[in-house]
């Protein structure tokens, strides 16, 4: 039996991974601050602990797992991770846990280790047209990302990258691009676009307005969770280290995202534009070196994706009446 272990396993993208690898038969350990907030873990176990604090990594990152992914990062969407308020955290946090996870492969001979990495890598200056963003691999440098999170994120993969040149450590890094479908948080103030929309439209009326940040023409391609996580496992059985992207090539600006998820709830409302952080203003993810190298390619049209997350986000809605509503008539409101 395979012996997994899952770092970030709490979160939305890690907890997902975990619920995969056990079906197809692995042992799986988990570690995360939390617990999945929406459902339980399929973790065979599940350790909450601090990846930050060297004596957590060295405890649990050990030599008795033939694989490790790390997904663990201090993140969010655009109101977290562009407002500038967060800065310091997101670098400090996660470039500490992928300091500390290194340094425990290398010196635990960890067989095979699978990194997060980002889209937010790239140079902001290849994407400031809506239309026509450049975001193949080779085009990440000179670096120079729109945020913190992407500096961060393109210093721990060359972290990963020279402990593999230096110690030989088996190294597979993949830049997601935007990852979502149910169980991930849609309330939270961390919540990236496809749930903030989804929610926006599930508690919108007919004939009412949704709130959109900026003027709604910034572009993005969004990838459904069990697309990425074909991606991850075909990367992280193949003999290619990366950098590549995973993402979808189904670019689609912010308005019209809004107007597939109305489509789908049959929904009418209008588009209120209102100033926020709006991040860079196209991102497409550009496939050719994933096919190419590991044969990959998202098969879960956006239409679909969307779908499938926005009944689960508007049944949380409703849940959410009811246990307010339950609450006042309780007297606690």
């Not at 969004?222 to 590549?244: A, Q, R, W």
């Not at 203003?281 to 390619?297: A, C, D, P």
Request: hydrophobic share 35%; glycine share 10%.
């Amino acid at each position: 039996m395979i012996k997994s272990l899952v770092l970030g396993a709490g979160g939305f993208i890690g907890n997902h991974l975990v619920s995969r690898l056990k079906q197809n038969g692995h042992f799986v350990k988990g570690i995360d601050l939390k617990h999945p907030e929406f459902s339980e873990t399929s973790a065979d176990e599940f350790i909450i602990g601090d990846l930050r604090d060297p004596r957590i990594c060295a405890e649990h990152v050990t030599s008795e797992f033939d694989e490790v992914y790390q997904l663990a990062a201090d993140m969010g969407g655009a109101g977290y991770l562009f407002s500038g308020e967060n800065d310091f955290n997101v670098m400090h946090n996660s470039g500490m846990i992928n300091l500390n996870v290194t340094d425990c492969a290398i010196k635990q001979g960890i067989k095979n280790i699978f990194f997060s990495s980002s889209a937010c890598i790239y140079p902001k200056e290849n994407q400031l047209d809506p239309l026509n963003p450049n975001c193949e691999e080779s085009s990440a440098y000179p670096a120079d990302p729109d945020s913190e999170y992407g500096w961060e994120k393109i210093f721990s993969e060359r972290v990963y990258l020279s402990a593999m040149r230096n110690y030989g450590l088996n190294v597979h890094i993949a830049r997601f691009h935007n990852v979502y479908g149910p169980f991930g948080t849609w309330n939270s103030g961390k919540e990236k676009a496809p749930a903030a929309l989804c929610r926006k439209v599930a508690e919108a009326t007919n004939g009412s307005s949704i709130e959109i940040w900026g003027d709604g023409e910034q572009t993005r391609s969004f990838l459904y969770i069990d697309d990425c996580l074909d991606g991850v496992l075909k990367l992280m059985n193949s003999d290619f280290e990366g950098p590549v992207n995973i993402g979808s090539e189904e670019m689609v600006s912010i308005n019209n995202l809004c107007k597939v998820i109305l489509k789908h709830a049959n929904k009418e409302a209008t588009l209120h534009h209102i100033e926020g952080p709006i991040g860079v203003m196209g991102r497409n993810s550009e496939n050719s070196l994933v096919k190419e190298r590991i044969g990959w390619e998202p098969k879960i049209s956006l239409a679909e994706g969307i779908g499938k997350t926005y009944d689960w986000i508007a049944q949380q809605v409703d849940k959410n009446k009811v246990d307010l509503s339950v609450s006042v008539e309780k007297g606690n409101g």
